[in-house]
């Protein structure tokens, strides 16, 4: 098993699998292990189709369902090359549900009520810059670059991209500067009292959960919030789908254009055809 699993591990490297994808893959991988007992390489189609509905039976969520499978098909397809039709193990369909969007009054609130400048520059930055969770834990100093307004955000799959730096976050980011400085080492938000380490993405959340509470927003959310908020409001002074594709590092534009359904007023805003030509219709009538 430990030779199997380490040669999985390093098929994951050689295919630059993200640090947190690779420790879930391998998680995932040892649960299949242990549901299957015997030798994964004696392994069927049919034994990774049991496992896919025993995960069915526990009634997990597709997307969960659909990641540990991911973890055992990389296994099977990519590290040990089986010729299996890709077919034969369908993924879960997934029902998306649209998220709750804050507005920029709230966003407001929530801000003024982080605990501390540190979480209110992280909610800043997360919003000014669309980022998701583990783009913020990633960015260091050298990101960021006040001479030509631009942050450099290492994405998805280490995909790297550059985001407009606005003169507003670009002041916040100079008093939290001021602030942490004699303490300052790699990163732009290191734990607390440990600026040696990455800041917890758990502890970012929590704060975000104590903002909102503090600053009496009930909308259900986390803190990918800040991010769809970032793109609906974009959109709302008239930002083009192309541009916001650009900004939040998404591969399709399909995964953007949900945010033309985010709030609830934005059809109510658009000016149908129809109407321009109304008058004339009754006036032929």
Same mark, same amino acid.
């Given at each position: 098993?430990? *030779?199997?699993?380490?040669?999985?591990e390093?098929?994951l490297?050689?295919? %630059?699998?993200a640090?947190?994808?690779k420790?879930r893959?391998?998680?995932?991988?040892?649960?299949?292990?242990?549901?299957?007992?015997k030798?994964?390489?004696?392994a &069927?189609?049919?034994?990774?189709?049991?496992?896919?509905v025993? /995960?069915l039976d526990?009634?997990l969520?597709?997307? &969960?369902?659909?990641?540990?499978? *991911?973890?055992?098909k990389?296994?099977?397809f990519r590290? /040990?090359?089986?010729?299996?039709?890709?077919?034969?193990?369908?993924w879960?369909?997934?029902?998306?549900?649209?998220?709750?969007?804050?507005?920029?009054?709230?966003?407001?609130?929530?801000?003024q009520? %982080?605990?501390?400048?540190?979480?209110?520059?992280?909610?800043?930055?997360?919003? *000014?810059l669309?980022?998701?969770a583990?783009? /913020?834990?990633?960015?260091?100093?050298?990101?960021?670059?006040?001479?030509t307004?631009?942050?450099h955000?290492l994405g998805?799959?280490?995909?790297?991209?550059?985001?407009?730096?606005?003169?507003?976050?670009?002041?916040?980011?100079?008093r939290?500067?001021v602030?942490?400085?004699?303490?300052?080492?790699?990163?732009l938000?290191?734990?607390?009292?440990?600026p040696?380490e990455?800041?917890?993405?758990?502890?970012?959340?929590?704060?975000y959960?104590?903002?909102?509470i503090?600053?009496?927003?009930?909308?259900?959310?986390?803190?990918?919030?800040?991010?769809?908020s970032?793109a609906?409001?974009?959109m709302?002074?008239g930002?083009s789908? #192309?541009v916001i594709q650009? /900004?939040?590092?998404?591969?399709?534009?399909?995964?953007?254009e949900?945010?033309?359904?985010l #709030?609830p007023?934005?059809?109510?805003?658009l000016k149908?055809?129809?109407? *321009?030509i %109304?008058?004339k219709l &009754?006036r032929q009538?």
């Amino acid at each position: 098993m430990k *030779a199997l699993l380490d040669q999985f591990e390093f098929s994951l490297r050689v295919h %630059a699998r993200a640090t947190q994808t690779k420790d879930r893959y391998m998680y995932s991988l040892k649960e299949f292990f242990s549901f299957i007992v015997k030798d994964p390489r004696e392994a &069927t189609v049919e034994d990774l189709q049991r496992y896919q509905v025993h /995960l069915l039976d526990k009634k997990l969520h597709a997307r &969960t369902i659909n990641s540990k499978m *991911a973890a055992v098909k990389f296994f099977y397809f990519r590290t /040990l090359g089986r010729d299996w039709s890709i077919n034969s193990i369908p993924w879960i369909k997934v029902k998306h549900k649209l998220p709750n969007i804050l507005s920029p009054e709230e966003v407001v609130l929530i801000i003024q009520n %982080a605990k501390g400048l540190k979480y209110q520059t992280m909610f800043m930055t997360l919003y *000014a810059l669309g980022l998701r969770a583990g783009e /913020l834990l990633r960015l260091t100093y050298k990101d960021i670059d006040s001479k030509t307004n631009v942050v450099h955000v290492l994405g998805k799959g280490n995909k790297e991209r550059f985001v407009p730096l606005p003169e507003s976050l670009l002041v916040a980011l100079r008093r939290y500067w001021v602030q942490v400085k004699e303490n300052k080492w790699i990163w732009l938000f290191p734990m607390d009292n440990r600026p040696r380490e990455q800041i917890c993405k758990t502890t970012i959340c929590r704060a975000y959960r104590d903002a909102k509470i503090r600053a009496g927003i009930d909308k259900p959310g986390g803190l990918h919030q800040l991010r769809h908020s970032f793109a609906t409001h974009l959109m709302e002074v008239g930002t083009s789908l #192309r541009v916001i594709q650009i /900004l939040l590092g998404h591969g399709q534009l399909s995964t953007t254009e949900k945010y033309t359904h985010l #709030r609830p007023d934005f059809e109510a805003k658009l000016k149908n055809p129809l109407d *321009a030509i %109304a008058k004339k219709l &009754t006036r032929q009538s």
